[in-house]
């Protein structure tokens, strides 16, 4: 089959720098004119099973229920069917006339591990013949990215499932964790700009997320940008949006990410990677609650709450004169410092757990375990790529280690230098009893952030008693 040049252009990986809906009303675009349609839809299954009109292309107000019905019996037989094919034909009738054109339908189904999650429904009028094999080949090209938009959507209009599990969990139960979740409950219901500050890895996007889903606006979207991850040409248009003839290569209308989160949240990461006269357009849609696409001389109105985060230090930024000191107290009414892993040591078994859990659970294989001694050289790693270097630590030990018990020498060098087991495993109960001794001081310390006079009383112990445990597990504090 040949592929025209505007198939082309869609047919490739959907990234999170595209605005979902828009796009998915050019790709329905792309399919109603390269098949000649006069109109296009693509149909989805919620977590109910109903049936969903997620987009159309001109838009739709009403959806016949003999829509639904082709749909429903496209998804019935999992192959797609037309207004002259047989299974259609038992299922529902589209009459012409001598004076009038037929009416003609194509409905594509479209799978998610060979199991129908939705539908795309073409429509056109004509006097000769209906849809042909070469137009069913052209949707099936655009079933790909269709299929991966609808699998993001669903997936944050539903929550986290077990398959979709968040890359980087923000679980933990010590102090400065709490502390966070703390602040995080404190502005959900507020609709004010929230900033995040964290080294990379720390879960910044997570915390933007839980504030966005525990607070009034989880009903509508959540849109996320990398302001590092698009080139200084691009920003401003998938931001703001563009009108058609604005600039080279603007062949339609449309609206940018910012209005794409429109009763919802927007999250800007790497906000600090802004360039300076985008910082001031920025400035002026925080102050006035409103934009303006490139090439419009209107205003449109907005209604986002808008969290942003960065993992530089703002404040150096600012005496740098990189980045505008206005904007910053705008879009910091509240700011949340998320701690580094080396800062919560005590959450390190937790996040073990979960890790392998569904790592495990991914590879196929049976549950496997880190070794005492395995568990001390995690714990007393500092881990300068915080949660996600701790995430592929994990992964990769479970790819090189094929036995139920993980130990030492499976470990990165820059965890265990020395690349074996510092000791064999062995059933030496005192010596058992030592090791554990040594770990649970060394994690109650680390709890409450190395203060001895803290540890003692929650441990039920006596300053006195605490300083000899550690001298005698050669314990050091920071």
């Known amino acids: 089959m040949k592929i025209s040049k505007n198939l082309k252009t869609f047919c490739r990986p959907i990234t999170h720098r595209d605005n979902h809906s828009s796009f998915l009303k050019r790709l329905l675009d792309v399919a109603r004119k390269e098949t000649s349609s006069s109109w296009s839809g693509v149909f989805s299954l919620d977590s109910s099973g109903d049936l969903v009109l997620e987009e159309a292309y001109p838009d739709l107000k009403t959806k016949p229920s003999v829509f639904m019905d082709l749909v429903k019996k496209t998804l019935e037989e999992k192959t797609p069917l037309d207004s002259t094919s047989c299974p259609l034909k038992n299922c529902i009738l589209w009459p012409g006339s001598g004076s009038s054109p037929q009416v003609h339908f194509l409905c594509i189904p479209v799978f998610l591990n060979g199991s129908p999650m939705g539908a795309v429904l073409l429509e056109k009028n004509s006097w000769g013949e209906g849809y042909s094999e070469t137009d069913v080949e052209t949707v099936n090209e655009l079933a790909g990215p269709i299929r991966t938009i609808l699998k993001k959507r669903n997936f944050w209009q539903a929550g986290f499932g077990e398959q979709d599990l968040p890359s980087l969990p923000f679980i933990g139960e010590s102090p400065v964790f709490h502390e966070v979740l703390s602040l995080i409950d404190c502005v959900k219901d507020h609709d004010i700009p929230v900033f995040i500050r964290g080294e990379s890895g720390t879960g910044k996007d997570l915390v933007a997320r839980m504030i966005h889903e525990r607070g009034p606006r ?4 959540f849109v996320a940008v990398n302001c590092g991850a698009i080139p200084d040409t691009l920003v401003e248009s998938e931001l ?3 009108k058609r003839g604005a600039f080279t290569g603007a062949l339609f209308d449309k609206p940018g990410m910012i209005e794409d989160a429109q009763g919802g949240s927007f999250f800007l990461d790497e906000i600090a990677d802004l360039s300076f006269p985008l910082q001031a357009k920025l400035l002026r849609l925080l102050q006035n609650k409103e934009l303006r696409r490139l090439g419009e001389n209107k205003t449109r ?4 709450r808008f969290l942003s985060a960065t993992n530089k230090d703002i404040e150096a930024e600012i005496e740098k004169g990189l980045f505008r000191e206005d904007l910053f107290y705008r879009i910091s009414v509240v700011v949340i410092d998320i701690p580094p892993l080396r800062r919560r040591k005590d959450d390190i078994p937790g996040l073990l757990n979960y890790f392998l859990d ?4 991914e590879l196929g294989r049976e549950r496997s375990f880190f070794s005492p001694g395995a568990v ?4 007393d790693y500092s881990w300068p790529g ?3 270097e701790l995430q592929n630590e994990v992964k990769k030990c479970l790819v090189i280690c094929r036995s139920g018990m993980i130990h030492e020498r499976y470990l990165s060098r820059k965890i265990n230098p020395d690349g074996v087991s510092v000791k064999e495993e062995t059933y030496d109960y005192f010596q058992a009893k030592n090791e554990f001794e040594k770990r649970f001081i060394k994690q109650a310390l680390a709890r409450f952030d190395f203060n001895r006079t803290r540890t003692a009383k ?4 006596s300053r006195q008693g605490l300083f000899k445990l550690m001298r005698k597990h050669r314990i050091t504090t920071p």
Request: glycine letters at 8%; charged letters at 25%.
């Open 218 to 221: 989880a009903q509508h979207r």
């Open 240 to 242: 703001f949006g563009y």
């Open 301 to 304: 109105p907005v209604d986002v």
């Open 358 to 361: 569904i790592n495990c659970r």
């Open 376 to 379: 001390e050289r995690l714990m």
């Open 386 to 388: 915080n949660v996600r």
């Open 458 to 461: 929650n441990l039920g112990l």
